[in-house]
């Protein structure tokens, strides 16, 4: 059955159609500005918690621009970008600063979603963020062997090794990656185990993650380095364990009285 | 859904149990209350949060979520269809995050301090650092509530219930140190909000009552301090 217009109804609809349609290009071009807003990272070349921002960047296509800071010399600009914590990474995107890498890797995800990082089913999602607060938590007992010597450091090297059990057992379980067969917002916190964690005990002179005790989290080490975005950016190893022999002197100099 | 679906174990004076408590309040959830005595953890808590062994754990449909934060989260998504916790834009949400986890890891180790105090140069030292965080967290709110009620606005949001759940222990520290952490002069703005969070629907019936809370925290404050004696040893 033919439906007939009037003219003025044929104005009308002409009208609507032009409104709808700019008003859907008005949207689609917001959302992609936003999107294609300036995207800064403020980090420390060694620091794993930067690595986690720039590798969620680069697996989600996000273009970046990297400012170095030197955190024992704490520029103008970080204390101003980061007056609560003084700290790297702060993430800036178009004129917004965000710092503390949890909640920055939660804005990306929220703001560029493709390539996910988190689950959709809401327990997996708590398990993720569970398991990135449980690394974060436990620093100082992971990191105390670094800072020690003698029986303190062997004590404090059994502490990490009951948080890394607890890693490999309750964490990562008979899975490739702690987020499944790809990796996700937690393997993204766990990468410090992967190139940190070796280049502290060398520079300690102790291994905590013996192979025979730990060897999911080795397996898991293995993998992950051979993730295309971890692969082609990560700390230079080399340089890394000058870093740490070089923190490493300065925790276990005698004090001077 | 059935009352025996959603199971949360914890304890009245926890500020921490309180958070999920609120949340689950906002979103109209009805649970069972598993009060925990923690001395001792009961099999229920071990077997539910073997990591930690902490209080709150949310069981919903028998799956276990803990950590207070991650749980007011997972309520959030989970009952999508209530009113939101966090905010809808990523970069407010950003911010809600960054100052819940600001009062976790430097606010409420200060607050510990004052309770734990040795002596009183060790509490005045203390009520230091925690004025100084009521400071900063009165700027947060002042910029983020843009003049409304509360840090989510006309409603309370993921930030208020995350400091909000302090708030009864902020006046049995003010009640035993004769001082004003929340004050007209440094965090007028505050003062305020503690009023409105604190005589909110999904607040009020689950505060704890100061008094009370003031008798249970003599327990507490023993605690700390021999924790903080056998350290300083």
Redesign the interface.
């Given at each position: 059955m033919a439906w007939s217009l009037s003219r003025s109804e044929l104005h009308r609809l002409f009208r609507l159609q032009l409104y709808v349609h700019i008003y859907s290009r008005n949207k689609k071009m917001s959302r992609s500005k936003t999107n294609m807003e300036e995207v800064k990272v403020i980090g420390f070349w060694a620091s794993p918690y930067v690595y986690r921002v720039t590798w969620a960047l680069n697996l989600k296509g996000v273009k970046y621009e990297y400012q170095e800071e030197d955190i024992f010399n704490k520029s103008g600009l970080l204390l101003q970008y980061n007056p609560?914590h003084k700290k790297v990474p702060v993430f800036v995107?178009g004129g917004?600063l965000?710092?503390?890498s949890?909640?920055?890797l939660?804005?990306i995800e929220?703001?560029w979603p493709q390539n996910p990082l988190l689950p959709t089913d809401?327990?997996a999602?708590?398990m993720a963020?569970?398991w990135t607060?449980?690394r974060d938590d436990k620093k100082p007992d992971l990191y105390g062997f670094f800072k020690r010597a003698g029986e303190e450091q062997i004590q404090a090297a059994k502490e990490a090794q009951e948080c890394l059990k607890?890693l490999e057992e309750?964490g990562l379980q008979e899975k490739k990656f702690f987020d499944g067969d790809k990796i996700g917002m937690t393997d993204l916190s766990m990468g410090w185990l992967a190139f940190w964690f070796e280049a502290m005990e060398e520079a300690a002179g102790v291994q905590v993650l013996e192979a025979n005790s730990f060897p999911r989290l080795h397996a898991w080490i293995r993998n992950f380095k051979e993730v295309p975005v971890v692969k082609e950016n990560h700390p230079d190893q080399t340089r890394l364990l000058a870093y740490f022999k070089w923190l490493r002197e300065m925790y276990t100099k005698p004090a001077t009285t | 859904m059935a009352k025996n679906d959603v199971k949360l174990i914890g304890a009245w004076p926890s500020p921490f149990v309180l958070r999920a408590r609120i949340a689950l309040n906002v979103k109209s959830v009805e649970y069972e209350f598993l009060q925990e005595t923690l001395e001792p953890k009961s099999e229920l808590l071990l077997r539910s949060n073997p990591v930690h062994k902490k209080i709150p754990v949310l069981l919903h449909n028998d799956k276990p979520i803990c950590e207070s934060l991650i749980i007011v989260e997972y309520i959030d998504e989970a009952w999508a269809s209530g009113p939101s916790i966090l905010p809808s834009d990523p970069y407010e949400r950003a911010i809600a995050r960054f100052w819940a986890a600001y009062v976790d890891e430097r606010w409420f180790p200060a607050m510990k301090g004052i309770l734990g105090a040795q002596d009183d140069a060790a509490r005045m030292a203390a009520v230091g650092q925690v004025t100084e965080g009521l400071v900063l967290l009165e700027e947060a709110f002042q910029k983020i509530s843009k003049g409304k009620s509360f840090f989510g606005g006309d409603h309370i949001g993921y930030l208020d219930i995350a400091f909000g759940g302090f708030l009864a222990w902020i006046r049995v520290t003010e009640g035993m140190g004769g001082i004003k952490l929340l004050n007209e002069t440094k965090t007028p703005g505050l003062l305020k909000w503690a009023e409105k969070f604190a005589a909110d629907p999904a607040v009020k019936d689950v505060l704890p009552e100061t008094q009370k809370l003031a008798e249970f925290s003599k327990i507490i404050i023993a605690k700390l301090r021999a924790a903080a004696a056998a350290k300083a040893k």
């Open positions: 609560v995107h917004k965000i710092a503390e949890s909640v920055i939660e804005y929220e703001t809401p327990h999602r708590a963020r569970f607060k449980f607890i309750h | -």
